[in-house]
């Protein structure tokens, strides 16, 4: 069965730090790859997304994410955190079948110290 | 276009009693999805809607929860008999064929 995770649970980073959330999967085959982002109060959000193509991918304020698929892993990177970033990060994974339900990791809490 | 939307935005219930949430889907989107979310807690998967097939309700924590889906779109989640450990923020979520999941804002369930 498909499983998504995610091993830093919370992550503490001073502004302007550089940011890594490891994401791995397990799933042989081709795969649909998401990174979604909940700000305190508020709802999910998509972060960026990876069908298929280049495998580093750019999503909003500044965010990217790498697929590589010999590590099955998917890490979120930032190279400068702000105090706005502080969230928390899901990643998520649907294999590639219009069939397919999509599975979330457990999530990292994101802190930032200003 | 109009996104996912939830009703009631929150609900509180006295323990004991029954409540139904509803789930509006992005038209066209054929697979639906039901969260739990619990304060400081990740996504607890209850049950996934995909088309015509039978749901999948692997996640569904007791027989007291139950969900239909109507004519493909509209989502009731149903809680009987609710406990405090119902208590949680209820999201509803639809996706296109590819997967990307486009979540509503959730019902804030209170349990007295």
């Known amino acids: 069965a498909q499983s998504v995770s995610q091993h830093n649970h919370h992550v503490i980073l001073s502004e302007a730090a550089s940011l890594e959330l490891g994401c791995n999967y397990s799933y042989g085959g081709t795969v649909n790859l998401f990174w979604y982002v909940q700000y305190p109060g508020q709802h999910l959000q998509l972060l960026l997304k990876y069908f298929s193509g280049d495998p580093l991918v750019k999503g909003i304020k500044g965010f990217e994410a790498e697929f590589i698929k010999s590590k099955f892993s998917f890490n979120l990177r930032k190279p400068s955190v702000q105090w706005s970033d502080t969230a928390e990060y899901f990643c998520?994974?649907?294999?590639?079948?219009?069939?397919?339900?999509?599975?979330f990791g457990s999530g990292t809490r994101l802190s930032i110290r200003p | 276009g109009a996104g996912v939307s939830q009703s009631p935005s929150n609900k509180v219930t006295e323990k004991g009693k029954d409540v139904e949430l509803r789930c509006d889907p992005i038209s066209g989107h054929t697979a639906l999805y039901w969260y739990r979310q619990s304060l400081g807690q990740g996504l607890e998967f209850l049950i996934y809607?995909?088309?015509?097939?039978?749901?999948?309700k692997s996640g569904l924590p007791s027989d007291r929860f139950s969900a239909e889906r109507t004519g493909g779109s509209v989502s009731t989640l149903t809680i009987q008999r609710t406990q405090q450990e119902d208590s949680a923020v209820y999201l509803c979520?639809?996706?296109?064929?590819?997967?990307?999941?486009?979540f509503g804002p959730g019902t804030r369930l209170t349990v007295t």
């Open positions: 809607f995909q088309g015509n097939s039978a749901p999948d």
């Open positions: 979520a639809s996706s296109d064929p590819r997967g990307e999941q486009y």
């Open positions: 998520a994974v649907a294999s590639d079948s219009s069939a397919s339900k999509i599975i």
